[in-house]
């Protein structure tokens, strides 16, 4: 019900967009959020939007990540920007019911399969 897409491989510094496509049910009062995990290392937060589209960021990415929600459309993005080796994982969206803690990946219900985003210097 949630498909990601928009990975791949860039340059330190370079910019990358990555999509979430929902189906099915409707998410639109739904928390969406990006979760990252790296070989080796637990699932974490990047970044969350409410339906109201208050956004939250991982201090990791802040300044550099935005997350985006089209209802409409039923799609959420996240602009990637000034990518840095370390945001090298595998990207996931998921979404969760309103007044969830948006940065626990416990709270979120749906996940989609992950696109892998390489950033090499």
């Known amino acids: 019900q949630l498909q990601a897409s928009g990975g791949g491989s860039v340059q330190a510094g370079d910019s990358l967009r990555l999509s979430c496509a929902a189906s099915?049910?409707?998410?639109?009062?739904?928390?969406m959020g990006w979760f990252r995990q790296a070989p080796g290392k637990e699932r974490e937060f990047v970044a969350g939007?409410?339906?109201?589209?208050?956004?939250y960021y991982a201090d990791s990415v802040k300044g550099r990540f935005t997350i985006s929600r089209d209802n409409a459309k039923k799609m959420v993005t996240l602009q990637m920007s000034s990518l840095k080796p370390e945001d090298t994982a595998v990207y996931y969206c998921?979404?969760?019911?309103?007044?969830?803690?948006?940065?626990?990946?416990?709270?979120?219900?749906?996940w989609g399969q992950g696109t892998l985003v390489t950033v090499s210097s």
């Open positions: 998921a979404a969760a019911r309103p007044g969830a803690v948006t940065t626990s990946p416990r709270e979120y219900s749906y």
């Open positions: 099915g049910r409707s998410f639109s009062s739904y928390i």
């Open positions: 939007i409410t339906w109201r589209t208050n956004t």
